[in-house]
């Protein structure tokens, strides 16, 4: 504060911290219910309680402010816990991404070195090897629930396992005075994988998290009940938490004290019966997981009753939205990315809005949504100014908003490229209607999403174009129904191989999948010869064009 | 951010100032409606080029960042647009209390030191000297709805005159780019009336404002549709403009892009109108406006068709709660004060709640409510420990939030006792249920609240005190049906004075208004001769014991 407007020597400045979304649940929520899969519940006040006894099961293996903890689990109580406790400490909380390849888990590990691991017994073998190499863990802390014991999986080798995480949490006392400190001080960090091979580490600060939570709480809030989020709503995430937060929602669901549902494992019958038996009312997914759980309520003749579901992660197509629809879930677009902690725009509905046909309805659900609030969101140029509205302007959809990455974790190039000109890049290419909503048209960076997970496009032309008969390989994401999008190699042979067989090149590419190198959902679904590959006026390969000829083709 | 974790060059760091309120609506609320009263009605699209166009007059008058900008307005475009141009523009925007006795509205005038007032011309009497003597204010820019001019008012002293309002934005530029600035700039003060004569000022800062404009935006979204704020709500306030920020809702309707509805002055009649024509969904008010709507609405036979009303500033009482519930009115309790930005706590609702009779849906309407998200309520004990939940144990309301003033304006005593332990001490006495409701059960501080106004006792007694027959008085406030409190004198005569008339003695009280020491409100509406004033161990009056006795006697 100025000279004229001093603060009194006691007054409290209130640093943004993650501790302090507790502060009305505490007070308002204790009784409120925690539920984990089909394994164990428990009242939000134990789930405060376990949170302090974990905070001591940290504090007794001496670590230094800033220490990475990393957590390799399923969605459960225990990741939710991890949440609160490991940033509250003034660690840094490691959600790792399970679903990359082994070999690029590794890396992300690796890279941001932390000391100790949350480790799911399922997830053991993963990591087997490296923990005894060079690695940076000094302390692995077993998660299981099928009855699998660390020596099961390490053998004698048990140096660095501190012990099991229930009977240590039990062991531990339930009083943890958190302090206060910087609230720029890093709280959660995470890979996402980019054109080039390496993931890429981003990162947020408590003063961030808090202020997305803040947000995401409001901008859901301002929706109507049919859609948004309420108090006496029931939270459960089919968006993984090691996924960019799980959208933030662990966050935003404790703070606003709703009853949350922990599913573990994602299996489309154990999903069902949770939304069933746990009247499930406000979830998130990727249009993968829908399809699955739609196929599942149809198997079984149920209907969701109006669960409200955010798709996020892939486009929602329009025929997905109306089969949803039809099956009673109330489906909309969340758009977001692991740079934007992420909540950037939201399907907008409001309270007596004139009625809309219901392709216009199923149009709407399925464009980009308008920004949330304090968002601000442009299309640029090519010159970087901000072009006008309607569907002519198409440009780089660009982004200022309180909780983006500052950098990229030990990656300062990428870091400045992320940022040029004040903004922060999507690589999106987008246009905005004179009523804000974006609608993305077509991205920049060659990468692939299938499943919700990315697919470095120039990872596997890299490997395919290793095999002898190969002249030339592109690698394009084609729309696919199941997946929203799989990759297509279209390959130029070499004059003297036009006989190679596409068994014969793929081969290539599921030979890097079990060595770990790429995950198995990147080996192409479709491979196609062609004579030549569109260029561009610089002789790049044209994916834009490719994926205009080829989109519908195949 | 630490070293490991470095923020990319061109990085921006989102400070949290007011202008980035505007970020999500100049997107998609271009079109939405501003209407004042039956007199102006514009679009978000042109409020955010007036806003451009009074910073420009204002840049014009050659300030320095930090100087005070007063407004004396009744609720208008004119005051929502120095909301946002006034602190966008790094100046302190003075939201002058013109219910305060005049020689208090001069009082904190003097004590803030604006350099520039926007002045409505209906209290241009009221500074119409100051404005020539020992004033602060260089630069007076007029505001009139009646064609009343300067030159009516001022004669031929005009020198300080800018202009009229709407002339000077006319001419103004439609163009600013406001800058940034650290988020601890302070962005508003105004003056609250404790128990000692002189009214107290608070500030808060743009960080503060933001974060209390975010949370309010999150607690009134994720209460159900029918009690909260959805997308889609029509918002007017009826707590005055310069009371608070209006309850924070001016920042929070305009974030959210909700259409918006400035009513003037408040009469019943058109604030009705307004309601009706409008359809106005959410506003606020104190219990006494209530009343007056109430009336004009059965006089003219019209329903309220489930406006949502929330009460502050005095206790709704049952029967007006469901004297309002009758006439369609969704009525409930926000609790806050001056220090406080000003929202602490609102009445609990939830989708899926159990059923409530009607007794206790009432009941918990004009309880304190539930605190806001991020905020730390707390009951203390005399020793500043906090006590258990329930009806037994009361104390004193203690609050941590990230919006609380951090002292008072060049008073740093009472700062310091304001803050006194590191928690904001409210001196409201209550207790917390099991549930995190707060129910308030007396105050500390020897005021009484009329209409939502402060009446100081300690002021009004010692006025009385002058009167030669008074051995002794003490003021309380009593409950009162239209004004939620009245002020009782509570008179002890001098032995050889006992035929003194209640009248001879209020007519001091008059006096003292006629000369605008205090507000005609604050002359005792009754009096009462006794023997003599309860009194505590030390020898002070007992004025819990005095409220006891005689709250339903008179």
């Not at 299309?379 to 100014?385: F, G, L, M, P, Y």
Request: aromatic share 10%; net charge negative.
């Amino acid at each position: 504060m100025s000279n004229t407007y001093p603060s009194a020597p006691s007054a409290y400045s209130f640093p943004l911290l993650i501790k302090q979304l507790l502060n009305r649940a505490k007070t308002v929520s204790l009784d409120q219910e925690i539920v984990y899969a089909d394994k164990q519940r428990f009242t939000y006040n134990d789930l405060f309680n376990r949170i302090n006894r974990l905070a001591n099961v940290l504090d007794s293996l001496n670590l230094a402010s800033g220490d990475v903890i990393a957590v390799m689990d399923w969605d459960s109580h225990r990741y939710l816990e991890s949440y609160f406790a490991i940033p509250m400490s003034q660690y840094i909380l490691q959600t790792v991404n399970i679903r990359l390849s082994p070999e690029k888990v590794l890396y992300t590990i690796n890279h941001a070195k932390p000391k100790v691991l949350l480790l799911n017994s399922e997830f053991a073998p993963l990591v087997k090897d490296y923990q005894f190499e060079n690695s940076s863990i000094e302390h692995i802390i077993w998660l299981d629930d099928n009855g699998v014991t660390s020596e099961g999986i390490f053998g004698s080798n048990q140096s660095r396992v501190t012990g099991e995480y229930e009977a240590l949490l039990e062991a531990a006392n339930d009083n943890f005075n958190f302090p206060d400190f910087d609230e720029n001080t890093i709280a959660t960090t995470f890979y996402t994988s980019g054109t080039t091979g390496d993931p890429k580490g981003v990162f947020f600060s408590h003063r961030q998290l808090v202020l997305h939570t803040l947000a995401e709480a409001a901008s859901l809030g301002m929706l109507p009940n049919k859609q948004g989020v309420s108090y006496g709503d029931v939270y459960m995430p089919m968006t993984p938490m090691f996924h960019v937060h799980a959208w933030g929602f662990p966050f935003t669901a404790t703070m606003t004290g709703l009853k949350q549902v922990y599913p573990g494992r994602y299996a489309p019958d154990s999903l069902l019966n949770l939304i069933i038996n746990e009247k499930v009312s406000i979830t998130h997914c990727v249009p993968t997981i829908l399809q699955m759980l739609l196929k599942e309520a149809q198997d079984r003749n149920a209907n969701f009753n109006g669960l409200k579901m955010i798709i996020g992660g892939s486009r929602l197509t329009e025929g997905l939205a109306k089969a949803a629809l039809t099956q009673g879930i109330e489906v909309y677009t969340g758009y977001g990315m692991s740079e934007t902690a992420p909540l950037i725009s939201l399907t907008d509905f409001s309270l007596n809005e004139p009625e809309l046909s219901e392709e216009e309805d199923i149009a709407r659900r399925c464009m980009t949504g308008k920004p949330v609030l304090m968002v601000d969101a442009q299309v640029w140029d090519e010159h970087n100014h901000p072009v006008g509205t309607g569907k002519d302007n198409t440009g780089e959809l660009v982004l200022r908003a309180p909780w983006l990455t500052q950098s990229y974790l030990k990656n300062e190039d990428a870091g400045a490229e992320l940022w040029e000109h004040g903004y922060m890049h999507t690589q999106d290419i987008a246009y905005m209607r004179r009523d804000g909503t974006i609608k993305i048209t077509d991205r920049l960076k060659d990468v692939i999403k299938s499943g919700g997970e990315w697919i470095s496009s120039l990872e596997i032309e890299t490997i395919l174009s290793l095999h002898p008969a190969v002249a030339d390989v592109a690698v394009i994401g084609i729309p696919d129904k199941q997946w929203g999008e799989r990759p297509l190699a279209l390959i130029v042979l070499k004059p003297n191989c036009q006989n190679t067989s596409s068994d014969d090149i793929k081969a290539l590419a599921e030979q890097a999948a079990s060595k770990g190198m790429i995950p198995k959902y990147g080996v192409p679904s479709q491979f196609k010869f062609v004579e030549e590959l569109p260029k561009t006026s610089v002789g790049k390969h044209d994916k834009k064009v490719m994926r205009e000829i080829y989109a519908n083709q195949t």
